[in-house]
């Protein structure tokens, strides 16, 4: 078992940054891309960024590609999100997962194990 733990969510106003932290524990021996995912209300859960084992590999959506940065550090088993020039409609649930690969993966039936999430708030 994999337990995925997310924090650094809150409140911040449109412009502000956060950087969010995902930390690994359990079965943590293989080698495995990372992601992140968030869920508003109402709406599906969809990509944001991942990162591939050796971190050397990133990809991100479309509507957070220039603002956000998705990186790990291995040594720590921790994945992070910094997140910058936050918009209101970056509001949602973010939720960190590990890939069955140790690839990039971007969608979500790509990955096995979820955190519980962490809330992010961005008011205008």
């Known amino acids: 078992q994999v337990q995925l733990v997310e924090s650094g969510g809150g409140l911040v106003q449109a412009g502000g940054s956060l950087r969010l932290s995902c930390a690994a524990s359990?079965?943590?021996?293989?080698?495995?891309?990372m992601g992140w995912f968030r869920q508003a209300p109402g709406a599906e859960r969809e990509f944001v960024a991942a990162?591939?084992?050796?971190?050397?590999?990133?990809s991100y959506a479309d509507s957070v590609k220039g603002r956000f940065t998705i990186s790990r550090d291995n040594s720590k088993n921790t994945v992070y999100l910094q997140m910058n020039s936050l918009k209101p409609e970056d509001t949602a649930i973010y939720y960190c997962?590990?890939?069955?690969?140790?690839?990039?993966?971007?969608?979500?039936?790509?990955?096995?194990?979820w955190g519980q999430g962490t809330q992010v708030t961005v008011s205008s």
């Open positions: 997962a590990r890939a069955r690969t140790i690839v990039v993966a971007t969608a979500r039936n790509q990955y096995d194990y």
């Open positions: 990162i591939s084992w050796s971190g050397a590999s990133t």
């Open positions: 359990g079965r943590t021996s293989s080698s495995n891309g």
